[in-house]
Structures are given as structure tokens and as C-alpha cells.
């Protein structure tokens, strides 16, 4: 049976208005155009679907039986461009996240004031380390990742948002603390922690010492910036962390930045997703925030330097 949509459209108007005239009209149609299609559909059905009583036209029992067709169809359908409509909205979609441990700091702010502006969007944050990450970009299984350098294998748009400068941390006894351009040959007698394999900041401090010429002693290795930050504060070593991830501690007289020569190292965050992924509405708009945010932030810091 080939029976189209329009077809259901004009013929729904027709019986809705009981002329052919009148539907014509509402649909911007000539009258023949109506009746054609009309007689299309009787002759998919294989019956009548209108009898002429006097003036007057009616709906034949088959009539009556496309009828309740054809609004069942046009309700099924307004209900699905609903939905698309939703998915297309920012407002009510759903927006997966993964962000490096070391950005956390930064995207938690972030979120809270997204999630402000956006209160229906439906938000899922995954922590995690670099390697970690990568794998969600791999697996599609995250529309926005917020990381450091974005690998070069994987087809991926990336756009640097912020610098991440890492830095050694001390507790406020050690006694390069307060010392100026410390040489870097220092950092050899020094024992450090050490993230986990897999993480950004532990390769870009591995490849940091190694391009240095310098192999610091490593105590214990651990998985996160937090465990890293109490473990240098209660005098286990010494740490290389983000420089973002430290500003409470060190605020608060609990870390010491270092001043060591060569330092800090420069790593930078992208914004970053599938190349020819079409992003939703929610992860466009979060993709902005993020790239604003940053802007912001970054001005803030600049006029803050200027003023001290
Ligand atoms: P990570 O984060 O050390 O937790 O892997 C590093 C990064 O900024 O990519």
C-alpha cells in the first residue's frame, strides 16, 4: 500500500473541515490539487473514503478508520519532533565530561556555575587520570574532555584553554623554602612522590628530569594530587603538581611553591572532542563556557599581577 504522509494531512483537513473548498483553503492548495490527493489515498486504501449526501460530504466507514490513522500518526509524530527538539535543546540534554585530575580544580567551579545556567542539563563528571582520559576519547564514551596536550593519533579538535604550569611543592620547614633560583641540580638530593603511571603530570615531570639530566630519588608513588599534597605537607618528599591544584594549600600556609630554576614546567589544558563528532547543544554551550571561563580567569590573574 504506498500511502504518504501528505496525503493523510489533506485528507484529515478535508474531514475536519467537510469540504474540499475549505481545506484548499487552509492548506494554500487549488481544489483539484486536494482532491487529487484525496483520490491517491482511496486508491492506496483500494475504497471510498468520502460519500457525497447532498451537499454535504461524509466520512465512509473506511474513512473513519483512516481518520483515527492519521491522527494517530500526526501525534506520534509531534511527539518524536518533541523529543529531537529536546535533544537539540540545551535545556534538558545530557552532557558527559571527563577531565585529568589536574583540571578538576578548575572545572569543579566551572560546573557549578554551568549547572547554575543550565539547571535541566544532566551533567556526569569523570576524574580520572591522563591515560584514563584518553580512552574515553577513544571509546566515544565522553563528549568533552578537558586535558592536557591532546594526542596525536586520535583525530580530535582541541583548543588550549588555560596554562598549567606544574611546580615543586614543599612543606613550609624545608630548607630550600624562601631560597631564590635555587639551581636545579639541587632537586638531585631530594626525594620525590611520584603519581601513578598513566598520569600527564608524572611523564611531563619524568621527561622534564630526564631532558635535564637529573634522576631525583623517588620514595612512594600515588594516585592522586590530594595524597601527593598531605604526603609533601607531612614531610614525605617532595612533589611536582599543578600549579592550580595548590593555591588553597599554599593560601593557607600549609605548601611552599619552590623558586627552582628551569621551573615551572610549561604544560598547557585543551578543550577537547571527536573530530566529526556532532556535539549536542549542551556540549557546545559547555565547550564555550569553558573557553570564556578560561578568558576570564586568565584576565584575572594578569590584572591581579599588575596590581601587586
Ligand atoms: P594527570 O593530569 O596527571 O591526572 O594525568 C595531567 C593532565 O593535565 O593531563
Known sequence: MHLTFRQLQVFECVARQRSF????????????AVSMQVKQLENAVGL????????????????????GLSRRVDGELREAMEAIEALKGVESGRLRIAVATTVNYFAARLLSRFCSQYPRVRVSLDVTNRQAVLHRLEENSADIVLMG?????????AEHFMDNPLVVIAPPNHSLVGRRRVPLAALAQETFLIREPG?????????????????????????????IKQSVEAGLGLGVVSKHTVELECGAGRLEVLDIKSFPIRRKWFVVHRQGKRLSSAATAFREFVLNEAKQVTRRGKSRKRHH
Not at 21 to 31: K, N, P
Not at 207 to 217: C, D, N, V, W
Open 199 to 227: 598520569s600527564g603530570t608524572r611523564s611531563a615531570m619524568e621527561r622534564f628530569f630526564a631532558e635535564k639530566g637529573i634522576t631525583p630519588r623517588i620514595s612512594v608513588e600515588m594516585t592522586s594530587n590530594e595524597a
Open 149 to 157: 596536550q591532546p594526542p596525536a593519533g586520535l583525530d580530535v579538535e
Open 21 to 32: 473548498t475549505r481545506a484548499a483553503r487552509e492548506l494554500h492548495l487549488s481544489q483539484p
Open 48 to 67: 471510498p473514503l468520502f460519500e457525497q449526501l447532498g451537499k454535504q460530504i461524509h466520512l465512509t466507514d473506511a474513512g473513519e478508520v483512516v481518520l
